[in-house]
């Protein structure tokens, strides 16, 4: 089967880094999105991952362990417009399909 | 630049009655286009995917049906609505992946807030 974990929630504190985390068992695999969504909005992309390692971008970095079925979505230097859902997705070995987890809703505080 | 337009953006309807959610493409072609379902809180469900005309795949069982006429056009269908069916739904397209590092992340339409009554 097909599944794609992250947790639920999670609360940090503006200014800080979060690392939200993922893991998942697919049909084979064909890279690994990061989709931000705020509410009530459709999702954007942020970042793909297709080989190990870390990939960065700005204040968002994402790492990939394809061995370990993991990845995690790094923000770092938190400010209140980050408080949104975090959507961690994989595209299959098809290459057609894009498979979502059920997103990480976080809140961001001052 | 491309572009997904996906319409209506909110849709009240009653059980039983029909439903038919558009979504068109613009600045690509032959795009690779996605029904997505997300219920209040969860993340997405895919329902659909065409790699081409007339080429529907679908993921689960549900009175949904997608069509695609045109190859930019993507169109989402129900003869009959259940209160079930209630949810945000998603449109999104994607490009062809060629090669092992190709991004080909998914571009999303504003949705359908669909509630049945």
């Known amino acids: 089967g097909q599944n794609i974990d992250q947790p639920t929630e999670m609360t940090a504190t503006e200014g800080a880094i979060v690392q939200i985390n993922c893991t998942y068992q697919?049909?084979?695999?064909?890279?690994l999105f990061w989709y931000q969504q705020h509410a009530g909005e459709a999702p954007t992309f942020l970042s793909y991952?297709?080989?190990?390692g870390l990939e960065e971008k700005g204040r968002f970095s994402s790492f990939l362990s394809r061995s370990k079925g993991y990845s995690y979505l790094l923000l770092k230097e938190l400010q209140m417009k980050d408080s949104a859902s975090y959507l961690c997705?994989?595209?299959?070995?098809?290459?057609?399909?894009?498979?979502f987890g059920a997103g990480t809703r976080l809140f961001v505080k001052a | 630049s491309q572009t997904i337009h996906q319409w209506p953006a909110t849709l009240v309807q009653p059980v039983g009655s029909p439903l038919s959610l558009e979504c068109t493409v613009e600045?690509?072609?032959?795009?690779?286009l996605y029904w997505y379902r997300q219920a209040a809180g969860r993340g997405l469900q895919l329902l659909f995917y065409?790699?081409?005309?007339?080429?529907i795949s679908s993921e689960v069982p549900q009175n949904l049906s997608a069509s695609r006429p045109q190859d930019r056009q993507f169109i989402l269908s129900s003869k009959k609505l259940l209160l079930s069916d209630s949810g945000f739904y998603l449109c999104?397209?994607?490009?062809?992946?060629?090669?092992?590092?190709?991004?080909?992340?998914?571009?999303f339409g504003q949705g359908t807030r669909l509630t049945v009554v």
């Open positions: 600045g690509t072609s032959n795009p690779n």
């Open positions: 697919t049909s084979g695999f064909n890279g």
């Open positions: 065409s790699i081409g005309i007339d080429q």
């Open positions: 997705a994989v595209r299959d070995g098809g290459g057609f399909k894009t498979i």
């Open positions: 991952n297709v080989l190990d």
């Open positions: 999104a397209w994607s490009g062809r992946a060629t090669g092992y590092s190709r991004n080909t992340e998914a571009f």
